[in-house]
């Protein structure tokens, strides 16, 4: 069919269907344009009287429009379909700033299957001059698209043209061009630009410019196309991308909506003009089922974002996101797809809600709003902080959301509505900004066998509300009954308040394990069970008994379902019947003794049950405890010493002294702490012992209980001043300190340890920058409390002291150990300050303690090197069963090699150098006392004569700076002392001239750098371990004040000589000078002495033994040097 070219006029009225309203050519057609193929122009030839609107469907081949102001309107109900091109042409209007606006209009729709242009390539007029290059000619098609949607399958094409021809007077025209959204918008084609024509860089920036919101109307603008932006022919700086203007009230939603592959979603990251004032977008969804790729550099959103559809990748390009506006929290991002950040950060200014699979990267993420999910939201390795100003509520609906390293920040209340939250086992969470997170029964922090979850530092003005789920695993075993017994405890969170002070109860562990106890007390073991109690409290105000566990400081608990349920049933003090006769609160800090037996299934390992023998083997159990948080400071309150903070010190009468000052206390935060902050910063340190010493005088002790192998280990702070803060921060058993086993300064959260006070006067203080942030723990940490397994004790450049370790085992599972560190200031005698006392074991198999030499049992002894006699400590090793026992010296560590260490078997009469020979196999034999005990074995100490320190040479040699003092040694070690002497009296006396502590380095020097005028002999003194004297040879120096002009003055002959030898002295004027004569050998050692009036003498040397010798000459009236010379005795 033939094109037929319309024109509107517009004549009649506004109706597109009537006749009269076109021309073609110049004539009236006899009807109105309804063919596919007709081509319509717009203010292009014809000028025209009324608009057109459209009140039916309507296709035509093209649309022109002409550089002149009209509108098109489509109505509602109907389709305006251009087959090709849409086009608004340029003008040539050489008036500055005319703009011509085409406007679609109408509720109805247009589809254009071409591409939609926005100017054409009509050249503008010169403009006026007013100078060189000036400028009076910049005009500007308008598109203001009001129509309810237009629809464009091509591309929206822009193109400014510029007549700028440099070098020349003529005026610059330029036509640029404007896209205004105020409706919708779907484009399945590109934004293309182009500009023709030279332009000058001052003059108009930004010539072709789409405003996805230009009015008071919200626009929604649609993307089908996978790079919906396309190439720019010029620079982007002529071409602006505006999809969110703040200058009008209406709001732009952009969708990128394409359904395949992959869609690119802007961010001006790829040389495209993308508006960021003050947002990139103002509201975006990202729908679709093609995966969704943003570009890098800054993403940011004015209020709501939507991701649905395809994968939204993020990752790739990493940009940094933000939405919407900082310190408000109105935005919103909605997604039920996939989004996996990478190394950009997040910046959410308001709520997330979560359908699909959100997973977060390695970057931070910060989130001011709401929280909901219901499907899955993973964090990863980077940090997650809610910062909301105001109230966060945190809801999840599906299977439960896990977070890892959160902080909760910026002064709201975040509360945990509804469903279930937990903190991964190596998450932890921060407080900041006066916050106060409320757990409200829905978090739980994680526990397992590699690491707990933790509370980092609770500051000053932030808070823990409502009642968290606090787990704590308890390793067990499959194979054998090694991990069934007991374990202390304590309890990071509490359950009730009495008279100011937190309490903590019992009853969580009955959900997991039996625990038993007295008939009617709330326990849950089956029925006909032994009720001998599960749980035991602790107190020193009582004779020890061997009759009864019962009867001694340990009381039973045998009654937990008291109302309220922190109110609880034990012995009394005096009470040594295992029954419920007093009530008590247990506060925070206290330690409680559990016995373990597994979870409550018998598995069949054995042929009994968990109860009944022969016992089953207990499996893994993962406790969870239900209350609120502690934090601030603990002051510890012993559960028997009602309205006191003070510890346990009976200084009585009462034959207690075994047990005296023993405080069975706990770690009371969800975090572990580190026992080296123990009065580290006086009345400021973060585990404050008041009345305690400070310990970087006196390092106190505490003693853990080994579930495995049932004893008490032992940890020793380390000695002197703290030199690095990891020390009090992540460092494992830093260098200098000392532990037994698999003791530790880390105490894991929910671990109940052994403390000693030493007076009535002292008290125990927890502070919250005594947890640590990072809660290393070495890998045996996890025999205890399983804390988070991180590497073992790390490097130190400080110097270890010495230390012996020996164990003793019957298996791989069942071992005891003991320690021995040196300094010459230790006492043999036990010393609170110095030592720690064995405590032995429950239920332990073996046993093994050193003796003091006033016999006090010690699982760490402090001892000085002996000197000239042998120490002797008597070894303590027993054992339940008889059988075959061994000694391992699993450590020796920076003993010195003067020292042998011995191993002295009465029994066998074996004597074994067990420093170098490190295990000994022997039987005890239970029918025989002399097999066990304090009396069969002895570990001997003694110095090793042939490794004592000896001097290997002495010289002395003149240098620039002086006299270079040099001497050799072997064995020196660390731990001899010399000192240079110099004699200037021929011997007479030696005076000290400088003092140097050996490093075993072998090789020693000192300069003299103020050697007098005349004979210096040198020697060195040397002191060693045992305070022995010795000095070397004596190396002797001759310096005088002028060397060569005296020398001169003295002729000595023969050299070498037999017998006779002469002097000479050249007089230097004076008539009457009496001389003196010395000969003295190397070592300085006067062999002859003379005096003489006359310049000339000789000396009969017959008598000396071949060798050098030095003859002095000096003015015996002031004692001045003449001059000295060398001779050699044949």
């Known amino acids: 069919m033939a094109q037929t070219t319309y024109d509107w006029v517009g004549t009649t009225s506004t109706a597109w269907s009537t006749a009269s309203n076109w021309k073609v050519g110049s004539s009236t057609p006899a009807s109105a344009p309804s063919a596919a193929t007709d081509i319509i122009r717009i203010g292009t030839n014809q000028t025209f009287t009324n608009l057109p609107a459209i009140s039916s469907n309507v296709t035509c081949a093209s649309l022109t ?240 974002f939507n991701t649905s559809g395809g994968t939204v990748n993020i990752s790739t390009n990493n940009p940094t996101i933000t939405i919407g506006t900082s310190g408000t929290s109105t935005a919103s991002w909605t997604n039920s797809t996939t989004v996996t950040q990478g190394s950009g950060t997040i910046d959410l200014n308001g709520s997330l809600t979560n359908s699909g699979f959100f997973t977060l990267g390695s970057a931070a993420t910060t989130i001011s709003g709401n929280f909901t999910n219901s499907a899955t939201f993973t964090q990863g390795s980077g940090s997650l902080t809610f910062d909301g100003a105001s109230a966060q509520s945190f809801t999840d609906g599906g299977a439960g959301t896990t977070f890892g390293a959160v902080t909760f920040s910026g002064g709201g209340t975040k509360t945990i509505t509804a469903g279930n939250f937990y903190i991964q086992n190596t998450g932890v969470i921060t407080m900041s900004g006066n916050s106060q997170l409320n757990g409200n029964g829905n978090l739980t922090l994680i526990s397992d066998a590699t690491s707990s979850a933790s509370i980092g530092v609770v500051p000053s003005g932030s808070s823990l509300a409502g009642n968290f789920k606090i787990q704590r695993f308890f390793k067990g075993s499959s194979t054998s009954l090694s991990k069934r017994g007991y374990r202390l405890i304590s309890s990071p969170v509490y359950t009730g308040t009495v008279s100011s002070l937190k309490v903590f109860d019992l009853t969580y562990l009955l959900n997991d394990a039996y625990v038993t106890g007295a008939a009617g007390g709330g326990f849950n073991t089956p029925a006909n069970n032994a009720n001998n109690p599960s749980l035991y409290l602790f107190r020193e105000d009582i004779k020890p008994s061997s009759t009864l566990f019962t009867s001694g400081p340990f009381k039973g608990i045998n009654k937990i379902n008291n109302s309220p349920v922190y109110n609880i049933g034990t012995q009394s003090r005096n009470n040594f019947q295992n029954v419920n006769d007093t009530t008590v609160n247990i506060p925070v800090g206290n330690g409680v003794l559990f016995f373990f037996r597994g979870n409550k299934t018998d598995n069949s390992t054995q042929t009994g049950t968990k109860t009944v023998l022969p016992y089953d083997y207990p499996e893994d159990v993962t406790f969870t405890q239900l209350g609120v948080p502690n934090a601030g400071t603990i002051n510890v309150a012993l559960w028997y010493k009602a309205g006191s903070t003070l510890l346990g010190y009976t200084n009585t009468s009462l034959a207690n002294s075994t047990i005296r000052g023993y405080c069975l206390v706990g770690n009371p935060y969800a975090s572990t702490i580190n026992w080296e902050k123990f009065n580290r910063n006086s009345t400021s340190s973060t585990v404050y012992g008041a009345n305690f010493p400070a310990a970087n005088v006196t390092q106190s002790t505490i003693w853990v209980f080994n579930p495995s192998t049932k004893q008490y280990e032992t940890y020793k702070q380390k000695s002197g001043s703290i030199t690095s803060t990891a020390d009090t921060t992540t460092t494992v058993n830093p260098t200098n300190s000392t532990a037994t086993g698999a003791a530790s300064n880390m105490i894991a959260s929910g671990q109940g340890f052994f403390i000693r006070a030493t007076s009535t006067n002292q008290s125990l203080s927890f502070r919250e920058a005594a947890k640590t942030t990072t809660q290393p723990t070495s890998s045996n940490l996890i025999q205890l409390m399983s804390t988070r397994e991180f590497v073992q004790q790390q490097q130190s450049t400080e110097q270890p002291n010495p230390l012996l370790r020996l164990k003793l085992s019957l298996d791989s599972i069942n071992n005891d150990e003991v320690v021995m560190t040196f300094a010459d200031t230790a006492h043999t005698a036990y010393n609170e300050n110095e030592d720690a006392e064995d405590l032995g074991g429950n239920g332990a198999l073996e046993s093994l303690s050193l003796l003091s030499a006033d016999s006090v049992r010690l699982a760490i002894n402090h001892l000085p090197f002996p000197k000239t006699q042998d120490e002797v400590i008597p070894v303590y090793a027993t054992a339940i069963n008889s059988g075959t026992y061994r000694f391992d010296m699993t450590e020796v560590r920076s003993i010195p090699a003067l020292y042998d260490v011995w191993l002295k078997d009465a029994v066998t009469r074996d004597s074994v150098d067990i420093k170098n020979n490190r295990s000994y196999s022997f039987n005890i034999d239970k029918s025989s006392p002399e097999t066990f005990g304090d009396k069969r074995f002895t570990l001997i100490i003694r110095q090793n004569p042939a490794m004592m320190v000896r001097l290997l040479a002495f010289n002395a040699d003149k240098i620039a700076e002086g006299a270079k003092i040099t001497w050799q040694a072997q064995n020196e070690a660390d731990y001899t002392i010399y000192t240079v002497e110099r004699s200037t009296d021929n011997g007479k006396v030696f005076d000290p001239i400088g003092t140097i502590y050996s490093n075993n380095s072998k090789n020693y020097l000192l300069v003299d750098k103020t050697p007098v005028t005349g004979l210096n002999q040198y020697r060195l003194k040397q002191i060693d371990l045992n305070g022995g004297i010795n000095y070397s040879n004596i190396v002797p120096l001759m310096y005088t004040a002028q060397p060569q002009q005296e020398i001169s003055k003295i002729s000595l002959y023969p050299n070498p000589t037999v017998d006779i030898v002469r002097t000479e002295v050249q007089p230097n004027g004076e008539s009457r000078v009496k001389y003196k004569i010395n000969i003295t050998n190397v070592e300085g050692k006067i062999m002859a002495s003379t005096t003489s009036s006359q310049p000339q003498w000789q000396n009969n040397v017959s008598s000396f033994a071949p060798g050098t010798y030095i003859m002095q000459v000096l003015n015996s009236g002031d004692n001045s040097i003449i001059g000295f010379k060398k001779f050699i005795k044949k």
Do not use: W
């Open 65 to 304: 429009f002409g550089a002149v102001n009209s509108t098109l309107t489509v109505n509602s109900g109907f389709t305006l379909t251009v087959n090709g091109d849409v086009t608004a042409k340029h003008g040539q209007s050489n008036v500055d700033l005319t703009t011509y606006t085409t406007t679609l209009a109408g509720l109805g729709t247009m589809l254009v299957k071409g591409n939609f242009n926005v100017g054409d390539n009509t050249m503008p007029p010169n403009g006026i001059i007013l100078g060189l290059f000036a400028l009076n000619g910049v005009v500007k098609v308008i598109i203001n698209c009001q129509i309810s949607l237009l629809t464009i399958q091509g591309n929206l094409a822009f193109t400014s043209v510029s007549n700028f021809t440099s070098g020349t007077n003529s005026g610059t025209g330029l036509n640029d061009t404007e896209f205004d959204l105020n409706s919708a918008l779907t484009l399945n084609g590109q934004f293309k630009y182009q500009d023709i024509g030279t332009t000058v860089s001052t003059l108009t920036p930004n010539r072709n410019l789409f405003y996805a919101s230009a009015g008071t109307a919200n626009t929604t603008l649609t993307l089908t196309n996978a790079a919906p932006i396309g190439s720019f022919t010029t620079s982007s700086q002529y071409q602006y991308i505006d999809f969110y203007n703040p200058n009008v009230t209406g709001h732009a939603t952009v969708i990128y909506a394409a359904t395949s592959g992959s869609q690119t979603v802007y961010t001006g990251a790829d040389g495209t003009t993308i508006g960021n004032a003050p947002q990139n977008y103002d509201a975006l969804v990202l729908s679709g089922a093609s995966t969704k790729v943003v570009d890098g550099s800054t993403f940011t959103i004015g209020n709501s």
